[in-house]
C-alpha cells in the first residue's frame, strides 16, 4: 500500500514550478492542449533515467545495513530541507515568457524530455527522495522503489497535463497575481520542509 505521506509529498513536489511545469504551460499558451499533452508526456519520460540511476544506486546502498539506510534517509531529508528553503527564498520569481516553437508532436516530445534528461539535480533529488518512504524492514526496497517511482511518475503526468489544458486561465492568474504566487510557493516549501522533518525522526 503507497504511504499517503508519500503521495502528499509527490504532490507538493510535482505541483511546484519548475522548468517541466513552465515549458508544459508555455506549450499549452502558444500551441494549445494537444500540444501540451505531449510536453506532460516528454517531461514524464524524462524523468525515467534519473529514476533508474537512482533506484540501482540506492538498491545497493540499502542492502548494507540498517545505519546505512538511516544515514541515507537524514541526509534525503537535509536535501529536502535545502530544496524547500531554495523554494521559499526564490518565491515569486516564476516567470513565463510566452513564444512559438515547435509545432510537431514529436519536437515538442523530444524537447519537454531534453529539458528534464539534462537536469542532473533530478538524479541527487530522487536519490534523496525515495529512500525516505522505503520501509525499513521491506523485504525488496528495489520494488517498492520501483512502485514509488511509478506512482510519482504518474502523478506528474496528471498534473503537469492539467497545468497545460488550463494554461489560459492559470498564465493569467500567475502573470497578475505575483503576490498570490509568491505565498503559494512559500507555503509549498513550509509543506516540504515539514515532511522532511516527520519523514527524517520516523522509524520507518
Known amino acids: ?9 509527490s504532490l507538493v513536489v510535482v505541483l511546484v514550478p519548475g522548468t517541466g511545469v513552465i515549458y508544459t504551460i508555455t506549450t499549452g499558451l502558444t500551441l494549445k492542449w494537444r500540444a501540451s499533452i505531449a510536453a506532460a508526456i516528454g517531461c514524464t519520460l524524462g524523468i525515467v533515467p534519473h529514476i533508474l540511476a537512482s533506484i540501482l544506486g540506492l538498491s545497493a546502498v540499502l542492502n548494507m545495513s540498517a545505519q546505512v539506510f538511516s544515514a541515507l534517509k537524514m541526509a534525503g531529508a537535509m536535501y529536502l530541507l535545502y530544496l524547500a528553503w531554495n523554494m521559499w527564498r526564490e518565491a515569486g520569481a516564476l516567470e513565463i515568457n510566452k513564444k512559438s516553437a515547435e509545432t510537431s508532436a514529436t519536437q515538442i516530445v ?3 524530455i531534453a529539458i528534464n534528461l539534462l537536469n542532473p539535480k533530478l538524479t541527487i533529488f530522487f536519490f534523496a527522495f525515495l529512500p525516505l518512504f522505503v520501509s525499513k524492514d521491506s523485504s525488496s526496497p528495489t520494488m517498492e522503489m520501483i512502485m514509488l517511482s511509478t506512482v510519482f511518475m504518474g502523478m506528474t503526468f496528471l498534473i503537469f497535463a492539467l497545468y497545460g489544458i488550463l494554461a489560459s486561465g492559470i498564465s493569467a492568474y500567475l502573470i497578475n497575481s505575483s503576490k498570490a504566487v509568491k505565498r503559494l510557493q512559500q507555503a509549498f516549501a513550509v509543506v516540504l520542509a515539514t515532511f522532511a522533518v516527520k519523514l527524517a525522526v520516523s522509524e520507518k
Open 1 to 9: 500500500m503507497i504511504n499517503p505521506e508519500f503521495l502528499l509529498a
Open 110 to 112: 523530444i524537447k519537454a
